[in-house]
């Protein structure tokens, strides 16, 4: 919005090069300098998002931030050329008084982006920790269609193999059964391409049937390795065919000529939201008929595909199996490989003919550390489904990021496209490859790789570690970043000190030196104290720690050790967390329930003076829908919820007015408890889910979810 009313206006653009020098940062290619500036939007404004306007002095210190700024003045609010005029004058006649401010800016920066782990202190390692962050995760547990949390729904690949980890080391079959169920559902939804294989971005929906379309690498990575630990541990054919179908997708459109690994594939063809994947009724007859019909029927169905803001709308549905493939086999009396033949038929003829469509935009370029968790993928399919060809891709893969992604020194590259390769790399980057290239001489035995690996392991130790408080930077030192951050936080990928962290365990397996353990282990103490506040948004660093502490007891107890602080942290919560403004509690109709009967369960949401969360469903796309769900270990299902009428709201970050909700919120869903109940179970625990984005009038906040338990009386 801001690009096409301000930035193309000529006026504008004219009174901004004439007093400025203008920078626009891709947050894709510098995350390192965006996080920079949005810490100081923060720390200025109290609030941030995106876009973000900052003003520097020449030395790129910020000494004023805010977010959107209109083509006019809005009461309380100037329009950019206001601003514009402010900061110049600003500058040319107030320079004392700017200095100032970017000076105590720049330190509220920097102390902002390195205190909280000195604040947050450490923790012993304990397998408390993991311990903590299974039952977290239980909490969270959707029982019905697997996943954590509520809508919009995102795979988490790297829950998994986690939770795998610690089935095995306690033998407590609630991991186990959370990963198995939740991996059949997705691989079941139209989030997995059941026509081309792979996964899409994200389900929209809580029960993975309508995805965001769009198709990345790091996800194809993450889940063929979660599918493949499930395959390893249950011995179930359907995981090894999930990952088969990953990798046969990563090799037909994500592979470049030389063995490189693309990045992304587009959600939109012309404009209109998963185009190319839908089908229709009409399409689906006239390609199979008789008996393939009637089984294609028993087992997929169309799930409606809603209406994306900003985009056309497809003609068709997304593509769904009914049930998980090893249901559908036994409702149809069949055997699993007998059924996988029939359907592989007959959805080989549906990719002949969605092949003749319009190909979304495939982004062609190659991201080092995606190619990194990609390598790693393809190895160890190699080597666990003793398939040489997955291990020939990883070996090309790894050869072509060896050649093309190191500068004249050795060192790693982030990005090459089109011959020509450019930005130094992150440390995540070099996590990411240096764990790749150990699981490809893992497969292979062959030295070249192990020998990358710890060259490469050498200099980012050298170029990000942190000698005098531990833990690796983000991004090396630049003359263009004035501050740089470290942390453990998990988002769609891991972070790359949790990443490191397993690498660096791997290579002490796989070179007996000491060295690499005890980097590893001061690198899980410097973050120990965060992670233990907050064990699930630092998923990937707790399974590191489980790593090294795992050892199985006859009882399958964990040790006995020093139990750290597991609450979440006490702080109050940073600006940008939307929790720092909705209080969220609930409440069930009445205390004792009955089996077969229904009941209510109110959430109340108490959103702060000047601030409101988006109504369900959502105004746009870049809006996150406030959704609530009912969750319990009792057979309790939510049979509808129903959201208030919301408020129209113009705000500045939406051409169009948005629907919004304000004050108190409640919201009701109609509940019931399945008959039978378990023998002996006379008590239980609702839980309440919500997920919410705060916004001001200007920006919005990162969004929040909340759990709130119940307890209530089973009645017989």
Known sequence: VMEREVFENPEIAALMNEHFINIKVDREQRPDIDEVYMTATQLMTQHGGWPMSVFLTPDLKPFFA????????????PGFPTLLSAMSDAWANRRGEVNEVSE?????????????????????????????????????????????????????????????AVHERTG??????MTVRSLRLMAAGGMYDHVGGGFHRYSTDGQWKVPHFEKMLYNQAQLSRAYLGAYVTTGDEAFADTVRGILRYVDEVMTGPDGELYSALDAETDAAEGAYYVWNRNELTEILEGDDLALFDKVFTLAEVPTFPGHKHPDGGALHMRKPINELANDLGMEYPALRVRLDDILARLKAVRDGRELPHLDDKVIAGWNGLMIGAYAEAGRALDEPAYTDAARQAAAFLLEHLRDDEG???????????EQPAFHEDYAFVVQGLASLFRTTEEQE???AATDLADRANTLFWDPDEGGYYFAVEAPDLIARSKSAYDGAVPSGNSAMAHALLDLAELTGEVRWQRRAVETLETFSGVVAGAPTSHLHMVHAMERILAEPTTSGAAADVDLPDLTEPGAAPAPLDSSAHVKITADVERATI?????????????????????????SAEFLIATTADVRSELPIEAERIDYPAPKRLRAAYSESEIDVYEGRVEIVATCRLAEPVEDGVSKGVIRALVAFQACDEQSCL??????????VEVAR
């Open 172 to 177: 407590d079959s609630k991991p186990l059964d």
């Open 594 to 618: 009955r089996p077969g009967e229904t009941f209510t369960v109110r959430i109340t949401l108490d959103v702060a003076d000047g601030w409101h969360v988006n109504a369900n469903p959502a």
């Open 104 to 164: 105590r800016a720049i330190t509220a920066v920097r102390s902002m982006l390195l205190d909280s782990l000195k604040r947050a202190g450490t923790a012993p390692l304990a397998l408390a920790i993991p311990d903590s962050a299974v039952s977290r995760l239980g909490a969270s547990f959707d029982e019905r269609w697997g996943g954590f949390g509520v809508a919009p729904k995102f795979p988490q690949g790297f829950n998994y193999p986690f939770l795998l």
């Open 702 to 711: 990162r969004s929040a979810e909340k759990i709130v338990e119940i307890p």
């Open 411 to 421: 060192s790693l590259l982030r990005v090459w496209r089109a011959g020509v390769s």
């Open 449 to 451: 790789w192990l020998d």
């Open 66 to 77: 805010g977010t959107y700024f209109g083509p006019e003045d809005q009461p309380g609010r």
